[in-house]
């Protein structure tokens, strides 16, 4: 069973555009959210991070905008450029575990074309 | 200050032999994690390691084990391997348990089981 449900599976932008990633989760227990990004042959690179109680959340051409009541989550990436090229997840973690386990999406493979 | 370290890079195994993927965590970290990761698919937590004991677990059967060293490395073994376990098999250390802990990835292991 999925916990973390991410789309699109694939998405395809123009240098300059905005890349939206959705991501949606039904445990009520998350309290923490973050976005990992992927190059092929690398392991997962945290990109950044929110917890729900804040909105939205932005560092640099990154932005996440959380609805709490929809238990839903999203990353923009403004201004997309080649080099986002990768593969993003969303995650999400358990609030008070102490194993800290992550929850990943399926992942969203972004391609910016110049 | 070196990031998280895994080896072998790429492996090829045979059904039924065993393996060990090995990881030296970030320094200053005292927490593993493994994950397995599909082809296509998020990564899905295998288990995690703190202060060299096993201090929880994913849906992986027994023959999925682990350790962890005095020094805050890590072994992962797999025995009895399946054609399903080939995967990018990924480590993540932190500096703490649960909330105290983000999770930084190493480059991963790549094994193909034929």
């Known amino acids: 069973q999925q916990q973390v449900k991410q789309s699109p599976q694939s998405l395809i932008v123009q240098k300059g555009g905005i890349s939206i990633i959705n991501c949606a989760y039904e445990?009520?227990?998350?309290?923490?959210f973050p976005w990992y990004q992927q190059f092929p042959g690398k392991g997962p690179a945290l990109l950044i991070a929110?917890?729900?109680?804040?909105s939205e959340k932005k560092e640099g051409r990154f932005t996440i905008s959380f609805n709490k009541s929809a238990k839903q989550f999203s990353l923009h990436i403004m201004d997309s450029q080649p080099g986002d090229s990768a593969t993003y997840f969303c995650?999400?973690?358990?609030?008070?575990?102490?194993?800290?386990?992550?929850?990943f999406g399926r992942g969203t493979q972004l391609t910016v074309w110049p | 200050e070196t990031g998280v370290t895994q080896s072998p890079t790429h492996l090829i195994k045979t059904r039924g032999q065993q393996v060990t993927l090995r990881c030296s965590s970030q320094s200053g970290h005292n927490t593993v994690s493994w994950y397995q990761q599909a082809l296509g698919q998020g990564p899905q937590f295998i288990f995690q390691?703190?202060?060299?004991?096993?201090?929880g677990r994913g849906n992986f059967p027994p023959r999925f084990s682990g350790l962890q060293f005095p020094n805050y490395s890590s072994e992962l073994n797999v025995n009895a391997l399946e054609l399903d376990d080939s995967a990018l098999y990924l480590c993540?250390?932190?500096?703490?348990?649960?909330?105290?802990?983000?999770?930084?990835f190493g480059p991963g292991t790549r094994l193909l089981v034929l």
């Open positions: 995650a999400a973690r358990v609030r008070g575990s102490t194993l800290g386990r992550l929850y």
């Open positions: 993540a250390s932190s500096p703490g348990q649960g909330e105290r802990g983000t999770q930084y």
């Open positions: 390691y703190y202060r060299e004991e096993e201090n």
């Open positions: 445990n009520t227990a998350f309290d923490y």
């Open positions: 929110i917890r729900p109680d804040v």
